[in-house]
């Protein structure tokens, strides 16, 4: 069950990226009303697929497609 539900945030991501562009991880996160651990499980599976960049911010990351 936690698989599904992270490749289904991790999909929300990468659609919330493509229609908005960049954003910070705390966007993410409030904007798909999830947790840390899904979120960054998400963004972990997406990184794996070579679909996302993340830079380092202050204290947080900005995320965009590739």
């Not at 954003?23 to 899904?38: F, S």
């Not at 960054?40 to 997406?46: C, P, S």
Request: hydrophobic share 50%; no cysteine; glycine share 8%.
């Amino acid at each position: 069950m936690l698989i599904q539900k992270v490749g289904e945030t991790a999909g929300l991501i990468w659609l919330a990226l493509e229609s908005q562009g960049p954003l910070k991880m705390m966007a993410l996160k409030k904007q798909l009303k999830t947790n840390d651990t899904v979120l960054h499980m998400a963004l972990g599976w997406l990184a794996r697929e070579d679909k996302i960049e993340m830079t380092a911010t202050g204290r947080t990351f900005l995320v965009q497609l590739k």
